[in-house]
């Protein structure tokens, strides 16, 4: 099969690749769509010790049951592949099995192929009438509606006031989890200003260029998403949530540095990670696609895997004002 495999540091290439075997209760899907994610842009970088070259990268994903009963079946991939007994299984925290695995990440090759085996549990049937560039974007959004879930269940109450720091899918994704939670106000701060002229053009959102505006010293946001991940966004976050408010990170982007521990301490800002999702966040995001709470959902760039490469580096020279590229092989 073809596949775009990560090669080294900054390197793609487009080739010729054995196909993936279906053992125990796997099926074979043949991939129509898979969303570029910040950690393939880690990846690829060299940033990512735990993806190492070569790897065929990509974890967001659709496509067709290609053999079996089921055979022709449309399907989204949850690509979280956990052991159902340990304790966080038992508890319902599968994102925080002990022995996970995902797809993208040895031993579990990626989705920027033609074909990938998962096992039928990790399958959500897609209904006709949804394309399969929209379904793809389960997994994306489905980290926004986890972080959203935990910060519902904060002691200080639903927010009123939402800054999201980061207008790529995980940061749009967790603001439309916002909304369809019912908070009334939010803010997502992007600095790439044709990904902020994207997003304004949904009409969903108010957005600021954290460059250039100064909205963020008020102290004023019940709860603030970090879906970058850098010492420079959490040290924004320190300063703009209120006292008594929530700061929820999702971002990857560097490990250390940034939190204003001080000011946490003292007025009693409450922090937490947030990794992925569970089985059942990513089974209420597609129904949430499906049934439309989610939006349009027409703010993808949809390009061809045989092209992926210079996907890889138009976003990392900043050139993509969609949220989300999908590539289709």
Not at 197 to 219: K, S, Y
Not at 245 to 272: K, N
């Amino acid at each position: 099969m073809k596949a775009l495999v990560y090669t080294a540091p900054q390197q793609m290439r487009y080739c010729d690749v054995d196909d993936p075997k279906a053992v125990a209760d796997d099926v074979l899907i043949r991939i129509e769509a898979s969303g570029i994610c910040g950690s393939d842009m880690h990846a690829f970088l060299g940033h990512d010790e735990r993806r190492p070259a070569p790897l065929i990268l990509g974890h967001e994903a659709a496509g067709r049951i290609a053999d079996g009963p089921d055979e022709g079946r449309r399907v989204v991939i949850n690509p979280l592949v956990t052991c159902g007994v340990c304790r966080a299984c038992q508890q319902g925290r599968t994102n925080l099995c002990s022995s996970r695995q995902i797809i993208s990440m040895p031993p579990r090759p990626g989705a920027f192929a033609q074909y990938v085996a998962m096992p039928r549990s990790n399958l959500v049937a897609v209904p006709d009438d949804i394309p399969v560039e929209k379904a793809a974007l389960t997994e994306p959004l489905a980290c926004g509606w986890h972080a959203v879930r935990l910060a519902r269940d904060h002691p200080g109450g639903p927010p009123g006031r939402a800054l999201v720091l980061g207008g790529g899918a995980i940061g749009v994704g967790a603001a439309l989890a916002l909304k369809a939670a019912g908070v009334p106000d939010i803010l997502i701060s992007e600095g790439n200003p044709a990904r902020r002229d994207t997003i304004t053009a949904m009409g969903e959102f108010e957005t600021c260029d954290p460059h250039a505006d100064r909205l963020f010293d008020n102290e004023s946001f019940d709860l603030v998403i970090d879906a970058v991940g850098l010492a420079a966004t959490r040290a924004v976050a320190s300063v703009a949530v209120r006292p008594g408010g929530l700061i929820v990170h999702i971002g990857l982007g560097e490990a250390r540095d940034g939190l204003d521990i001080r000011r946490m301490t003292l007025q009693e800002i409450s922090f937490v990670g947030t990794y992925t999702y569970t089985a059942a966040d990513f089974e209420q995001t597609a129904a949430a696609i499906f049934d439309g709470r989610m939006g349009a959902l027409d703010w993808i760039d949809i390009r061809p895997l045989s092209e992926g490469a210079r996907a890889f580096d138009d976003i990392r020279n900043d050139g993509v004002a969609a949220p989300k590229i999908i590539l289709r092989p």
